[in-house]
């Protein structure tokens, strides 16, 4: 079973090579501005949404620092991407920055909330995952992130398996119908199924639960894509009130256990394709501002963002936005 993770260090040339990439003509890097680049995708890729479902939402995880044109809490906003967005993800806001159930440090907490912040002034809702298991700990995340009108998520595992129950006493139950983002509460993160035998177990316990906004991967086990179906029962909670179910999607790597993976990519490589991320096997680099691999993403009835849409979700949490950061420190 595939994880997907963020926050990666340094990369190595596993499964494509650089006398590979080399084969086919990959173009150098020039001076490019990558986070620009970056900004223009998640503007193109949410114009594209909106113009089939107005009401879609996108949320970028990390990469905060693309809110503002310098990439800090008092640079000028960056308005178009600001409002092509619906809000953020942000990953060890205050515990597992560096190891999980360890508090993050105050730096770059307080980095992050800025930036978060100026995000939230454009109305934008703030997603907050941390990773800790304490008791102690778990409710301070809770608290600290309540007082900022975050959302948040504990996770207690990084592998993102569990559904924890609610309510508890710290994070807070909404018995209001969720019809947008900045009426929710709480939400589940959940992206490795391993733990379940079969979708219909997965769903019947998401199903059973009381969170306001549902994460979720659109793909089973198997490769198989959850129905429309079933991604619409699970828009109802147990008490009927109504939740949004989002779906998480990669656009900063390609993965090779997806459904538009070419096999002939690792020893023919397309201009976009880069290093394999050695931290996850079957995860590689991809130079996002390519239209090849944008057509990948988003535009046809078979690209990626176009599944997602037609299977009903309310709208996707777009990972790896944080890709530019690779690429600035690349090394060719």
Known sequence: MFL?????????NKGTSTTDLEQNAIPRLESRDFREDMRSFVIGLSKHAKGVNPDFSI???????????????????????LEAIDGNGQENLFYGYKKDNVATTQEVTDYNV????????????????DYCSSSKKITNSYEQNYALNFTPFVATERDLTLIPPTPTTFNK???????????????LFILNYEDYDTKNDLLTEIGNSNYDVVFLDM?????????????????????????LVMCYMSIGEAEDYRYYWNSDWKTNAPVWLDKENKNWEGNYKVRYWEKDWQNVIYGSEDAYLDKILSTGFDGV????????EYFENYDE
């Open 4 to 12: 997907f993770f963020l926050n990666t260090g340094c990369e190595n």
């Open 59 to 81: 949320i970028p995880q990390n990469g905060i620092e693309l809110v503002t044109e310098t990439g800090t809490a008092d640079g000028a906003p960056s308005e178009s991407y």
């Open 114 to 129: 800025s930036l978060l912040q100026v995000s939230q002034n454009y109305n934008n809702s703030i997603f907050v995952i």
């Open 173 to 187: 139950l909404s018995s209001r119908d969720v019809s947008s983002l900045s009426d929710a509460e709480n939400f």
């Open 219 to 243: 793909f089973f086990n198997d490769g198989t894509p959850f129905s429309r179906l079933s991604i619409e029962e699970l828009k109802t909670k147990p008490d009927g009130g109504q939740r």
């Open 317 to 324: 949490y777009l990972d790896i936005i944080d890709a530019f």
